[in-house]
């Protein structure tokens, strides 16, 4: 059943296929996470661990998988089973499921970005101007029916866009809201640093303190830039399968990585110097997202359109990663169910949207908790620190030791003397990649 490959959908540009994976991989790691562990972990000293990361360790991966994944023609479970044979489907099955899981998710936060672009205008400045910014989330979470409608809402919207496909659905949105991502990171950047007092806030992000490196700083830069990069869940290769074969995929690769690392150092230029300069505690995640940044936008002038603006960038940063989320599973049903694109689309959609409302319901305290974590950040755990690290040590030994004729092929496939790094890119994924890895694997499975 190795279906649709002869008359495969293909992606109509280079620009719009980088824009597409650059959009998967821009999400909200970029923004609510990135900024914070650098701040954390040394500012400017730790900016320069995770270049070496993403440059040595992510670029390969995601080479490796986009190689996989041109090569096989095919969903991560296929390209597993066309290349590995034997057992080594299961591999692309840990991509399916984390497609499945963490859209399922990932889906109701995207819903509270979209709602929080309304609220900017609704009333939310001033209730965080009061003080309130804390009460309005929470009143907001813990309403199921706003909580379900939003996730509802986002989840259509993702459906609609891949029911479309790659090159008429998924890349000609990407094509928009990328650039639009960008020219509003850049707006909020300039609003940013011209803020009084946004020095401090500069000098505490960036200002390299090496005394805060640690192998925990080293393995914090390992864990986000493979999240970052949407590596490991069979994105990559999924997203390769409709590349061209006369694609030079160590330059693709190189600008996605390129982008991803632009916007997440530019999103802590939006965040440091707006906290510092009027005085408030930064955190990580939703709380600084929701809570904390509301209170900042209060106090600026036009609040209300800043605030609209940063949601709105984190709307675009979500909804694209949604995208290629939903792309893994559809193109799982379309090559190893034989669906069509549309069944795939709509009914691999609400599957998933129905396993998002615990995620939806959790975090109002609806729903039960497992083991002491909110649904939701039970799907996070269960993805991001199980499935995944395991995911990504398997395929990156796979491509280094057991499939290495056919991806020396496709990586060189513009002549070896064009791939300078071929060796060493090799002992990355024979090595270097499964232990730093298998690394953050280990210290990871504290639930
Ligand atoms: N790369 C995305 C981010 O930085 C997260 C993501 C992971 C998106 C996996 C899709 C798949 O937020």
Redesign the pocket.
């Known amino acids: 059943m190795e279906g649709n490959s002869g008359n495969r959908e293909q992606w109509g540009s280079r620009f719009g296929f980088i824009m597409a994976a650059a959009g998967?991989?821009?999400?909200?790691?970029?923004i609510w996470r990135f900024p914070y562990i650098t701040g954390k972990y040394g500012g400017g000293a730790f900016v320069l661990v995770y270049l070496a990361v993403v440059i040595v360790l992510g670029s390969s991966l995601m080479l490796a998988e986009f190689a996989m994944g041109r090569r096989a023609k095919l969903d991560s479970v296929g390209t597993f089973r066309k290349l590995g044979g034997g057992a080594w489907p299961i591999v692309g099955w840990m991509g399916f499921f984390?497609?499945f899981v963490?859209l399922s998710y990932?889906a109701v936060i995207a819903g509270w970005t979209l709602a929080y672009m309304f609220k900017s205008f609704g009333g939310l400045m001033e209730a965080a101007a009061a003080g309130k910014a804390g009460d309005v989330f929470g009143a907001f979470v813990s309403d199921p029916v706003q909580a379900i409608a939003y996730h509802g809402v986002a989840m259509a919207i993702v459906i609609g866009v891949v029911y479309r496909g790659i090159s008429g659905g998924i890349e000609k949105s990407c094509k928009i809201l990328m650039p639009a991502l960008f020219l509003i990171l850049v707006l909020l950047i300039i609003r940013s640093l011209t803020l009084p007092g946004a020095e401090a806030g500069l000098r505490f992000y960036l200002l390299p303190d090496f005394s805060k490196l640690s192998s925990e700083a080293f393995l914090a830069a390992v864990g986000q830039g493979f999240?970052?990069?949407?590596l490991a869940?069979g994105?990559i290769i999924t997203y390769g399968s409709y590349l061209g074969k006369h694609e030079y995929m160590p330059k693709m690769t190189g600008t996605i990585v390129m982008l991803?690392t632009a916007v997440a150092i530019m999103a802590g230029l939006v965040i440091f110097p707006a906290v510092f300069a009027f005085g408030v505690d930064a955190g990580a995640g939703p709380g600084l997202t929701f809570v904390t940044l509301p209170i900042v936008f209060a106090k600026m002038p036009m609040g209300a359109f800043f605030s609209f603006a940063f949601f709105a960038l984190l709307f675009i940063?979500a909804i694209t990663?949604?995208f290629?989320?939903l792309e893994v599973v559809v193109t799982f049903a379309i090559d190893e169910l034989g669906w069509s694109r549309a069944k795939s689309a709509i009914v691999m959609g609400i599957a998933i949207a129905v396993l998002g409302i615990p995620s939806a319901l959790s975090v109002g305290g609806h729903f039960p908790k497992i083991c002491g974590k909110d649904f939701l950040d039970a799907m996070d755990f269960i993805t991001n620190n199980a499935v995944m690290p395991i995911g990504g040590m398997l395929t990156s030994f796979f491509v280094g030791w057991l499939w290495t004729k056919g991806a020396k092929d496709e990586v060189t496939n513009f002549g070896e003397h064009d791939f300078p790094f071929y060796t060493v890119w090799l002992w990355v994924c024979r090595v270097v990649a499964p232990v730093c890895i298998g690394l953050i694997f280990i210290t990871g499975l504290k639930w």
């Open positions: 998967s991989a821009v999400g909200l790691g970029n984390c497609g963490i990932y999240y970052s990069l949407s869940m994105i991803d940063a990663s949604a290629s989320l």
